[in-house]
């Protein structure tokens, strides 16, 4: 019998790997909900004119990389291949335009492009997309590169440079593009001068770049990309712009938008070995048979401390059980026998615990260590 395997430019991901595609996302999610943003969801496929309309006819995305199927109904649908087109589309379904304004999302997900496969990019990929609609205000622009800047450097990808330019509007781009080139070039000083105003402020370092272009046709004024010093040719790790005139082209009322969207396999290629986030993760481990039934309630009361416990299952020996919690990363391995100690896997310390009341104390004084 044959053996199957994924389709050519998808990604199987496995543990560890797939815990740290959660915890990404859950760094974008913290990041982007103490500036405001909330999670939202649109569908994996859409009515293809979403992105025909959006995205724009004549782009590379709508001409050779979208995946395009026709339903049981005759109806053409497309599978996502970018995410600001839909959150436009479900902003004028949904009447967010009556919402307080602006209005702040930010999506994690996947997203399908039918390109060569390489390096850190495939058919299917995941990436983390934030929105703000409904306001032109210059703070928006510098928020979202801001925030972006943040999750970057938490995630672990290391330096990094931000290019920043602008695309004019649509009506100079299609009828003045060489024009354009050479009016930018000779004037990239004075481009968004209030966006760079907030960057300097903040301490954020830039580089003006006038050939920065984008690949999809809603972009227009200010335009961004963040490219990754690790990552070589292909270095960009994500980046975004205004995208002002989307919403209208979408069939809704005149509203601007700014936005971004991050590759989730740019970052952990570009993070590599890097830790990220500090993991606090704990191993019970059981050196007695009748303790297991109290270790997996200890358990319980430390992952409800806000800790990411494992205890053993396998029926291994205490030197396995050791090991094992060091292979899982384990900070402290709480050994429960004749007594329970708490030992520090970083310095090899075991200190014991008088009762089970006292072990999460011990635990925290590690982790404080």
Do not use: N
Request: glycine share 10%; aromatic share 6%; proline share 5%.
């Amino acid at each position: 019998m044959k053996k199957l395997q994924a389709p050519r430019g998808t990604l199987d991901v496995l543990p560890p790997g797939a815990r740290r595609r959660l915890d990404v996302v859950a760094i974008a999610d913290d990041v982007l909900g103490r500036a405001g943003y909330e999670p939202m969801e649109t569908p994996v496929f859409e009515d293809t004119e979403v992105f025909a309309r959006g995205v724009g006819e004549s782009t590379d995305i709508v001409q050779k990389e979208m995946f395009t199927f026709e339903d049981k109904a005759g109806r053409s649908l497309t599978l996502r291949p970018e995410a600001t087109a839909g959150i436009c589309r479900a902003y004028i379904e949904h009447g967010m335009h009556k919402l307080p304004q602006p209005v702040k999302v930010w999506y994690a997900g996947p997203f399908f492009r039918h390109e060569a496969p390489q390096a850190g990019r495939f058919r299917q990929f995941t990436q983390i997309d934030a929105e703000a609609i409904g306001s032109d205000d210059p703070t928006l622009d510098a928020e979202l590169i801001l925030l972006l800047a943040e999750i970057l450097e938490r995630a672990g990808t290391g330096p990094s440079r931000l290019r920043l330019s602008s695309l004019g509007t649509p009506e100079t781009r299609a009828d003045y593009l060489e024009e354009l080139k050479r009016f930018l070039r000779a004037r990239e000083g004075e481009l968004s001068e209030d966006v760079r105003a907030l960057l300097d402020s903040a301490g954020m370092e830039y580089e003006i770049d006038p050939t920065l272009v984008r690949g999809l046709d809603y972009y227009t004024r200010t335009v961004f990309e963040v490219e990754s010093e690790r990552l070589g040719a292909q270095a960009a790790l994500g980046g975004g712009g205004r995208y002002d005139g989307l919403v209208e082209e979408l069939g809704g009322p005149p509203t601007p938008g700014v936005g971004w969207a991050v590759g989730v396999e740019r970052m952990l290629l570009a993070a590599g070995d890097s830790p990220g986030e500090p993991a606090e993760r704990l191993f019970i481990a059981i050196a007695k048979p009748d303790a297991a039934r109290i270790g997996f309630q200890l358990a319980r009361d430390l992952r409800e401390a806000g800790f990411r416990v494992e205890t053993e299952q396998a029926g291994r020996s205490l030197k396995g059980q050791l090991k094992q919690a060091d292979r899982l990363g384990a900070f402290a391995t709480v050994i429960l026998g004749d007594s329970i100690e708490v030992k520090d896997m970083q310095t090899g310390h075991q200190r014991e615990a008088g009762s089970l009341d006292q072990v999460l104390g011990l635990v925290r004084e590690v982790t404080r260590a």
